[in-house]
């Protein structure tokens, strides 16, 4: 059977999964002990149709890339397979970082190529087919940037280039310096946060024909949290109204499935560890959400109806 799993054209010639598999979670989760449980998500993921992997060189206290990068280098016939993007410009106090005294954003040219030496080492690739700017720096100079930017591309190391949590005038900024576009945005998103819809994040997107990428696509799983929300009281029985409606395995899905109806049409980051989970979130691409059941589900999280 074919994955409901398709594509979305991030630049003219590269493309990621219309899911991507994030992560962060990788050195802190009960569910991967070793290479081989890595190995068999890698695999679940690809089963699945989903080939975009998400990275950062801080995930896991500099830790994460380096472990699935272990895996990779004993299954090298895998990276053809999928797209690797990573993060560099967080600067976190860590026992392997002694030069950092205070957690704080680098956005220096130095930086930015010493963190992709050290993400192509530990992630076992010659090549990153997307690098993002983490976290918007105040003292980002946007031509040094670009400096570091155009050297990685022409030496081959990076393929393409975006940002994550910019909002639209820090987009344009760095855009501005720049000679190839910024092929992506990731920013957080969900029905528990609704920032990006409005603020012009997702129209910016739209405009430009590309897509974001999004974080913590089910609210931190606030959404499954039993302690008292009034927003999720609100959205999770008209999320459990729609996985009957349009036969889900479970709320998170129909959640996914929500963002996916947006006009800019997203690529949401899994966080999950467990390879059933990862194949549940496929079916959330297979189906179009009615217009009047996505504004109930926009109501609900909202707290009022739309003027």
Known sequence: MSSPVSRRRMTKDLSFSQLAWGAWRLRNSSDIKNTADILALVHACLDAGISTFDHADVYGGYGCEAYFGGALAKAPELRSKMEIVTKCSVALVKDTRPDHRINHYNTTKAHILLSVENSLRNLATDYIDMLLIHRPDP???ADEVAEAFNELHRM?????FGVSNFTPSQFNLLQSR???PLATNQVECSVLELAPIFDGTFDQMQQRQTHPMIWSPLGGARLFNTKADPTVDRVRPVLERMRDKYNLPGIAEVAIAWLLRLPCQPVPVLGTM???RIA???ASCGIQFDRQDW???LVAAQGHSVP
């Open 139 to 141: 003292l980002m100079i």
């Open 156 to 160: 081959g190391k990076v393929r393409h």
């Open 178 to 180: 720049l000679d190839t």
């Open 274 to 276: 467990k390879a059933h």
């Open 280 to 282: 549940d979130a496929a």
């Open 295 to 297: 504004f109930e589900i």
